[in-house]
């Protein structure tokens, strides 16, 4: 059965600081991966995804995640945040049905 | 152009009714998935249609909860006689080469 964990339930970083998000998965082929963002009342958008080729994806908004095999992991990260980023941050692995993380609430202090 | 759109946005329903949430897909998206979102959670899988064929629904909870997509396009996600822990966030999805977009969801309170 596929399963993602993100250890981390919250998060909470200066403004302008890097960030990184963890994600951890179980998948028994080659994983297809995703990391969504909810803003509150809002649906999910994709930041981007992990289907083959380049281990280290770009998405939008200045986030990146790369794909370790070996540690079954798929950080995201982002060089510098800004306070527009504060939102949730959810993993998500999976070929048609989706199954996901219970999320990262990322808070950004001034 | 147009996103995955969702109605209502906003149900209350008293424990017992039948309620009954819409889903219009991004137009010519052959893929339509349904989750569900509690409080504090992750959305989790429901039912995935690919146009009009119901292809797996074994996320759906109960007999209670029923999905359809008739014509291959707009979808309906139907919950009979509701219960207390029916109240959560519905969210639709429809896919485009393996990306799935999101619509705002419902969210369902019952009472």
């Known amino acids: 059965a596929q399963s993602v964990t993100q250890p981390d339930i919250h998060i909470t970083v200066s403004e302008g600081a890097s960030l990184e998000l963890r994600c951890n998965y179980s998948y028994g082929a080659t994983p297809y991966l995703f990391w969504y963002v909810q803003s509150p009342g809002q649906g999910l958008q994709l930041l981007l995804k992990y289907f083959s080729g380049d281990t280290l994806v770009q998405g939008i908004k200045g986030f990146e995640a790369e794909f370790k095999r070996s540690q079954s992991s798929f950080n995201l990260r982002k060089p510098s945040v800004h306070w527009s980023d504060a939102a949730e941050y959810f993993c998500a692995v999976g070929n048609e049905k989706l199954t996901f993380g219970t999320g990262t609430r990322l808070t950004i202090i001034p | 152009g147009a996103g995955v759109s969702q109605s209502p946005r906003y149900k209350v329903a008293k424990r017992g009714q039948d309620v009954a949430l819409r889903c219009d897909p991004i137009?010519?998206?052959?893929?339509l998935f349904w989750y569900q979102q509690a409080l504090g959670q992750g959305p989790e899988f429901l039912t995935y249609f690919q146009n009009e064929a119901q292809l797996d629904k074994s996320g759906l909870p109960s007999d209670r909860f029923f999905a359809e997509r008739p014509e291959g396009s707009v979808s309906t996600l139907k919950i009979q006689r509701t219960q207390q822990e029916d109240s959560a966030v519905y969210l639709c999805a429809s896919s485009r080469l393996g990306e799935q977009y999101f619509g705002p969801g419902t969210r369902l309170t019952v009472t």
């Open positions: 137009s010519g998206h052959v893929s």
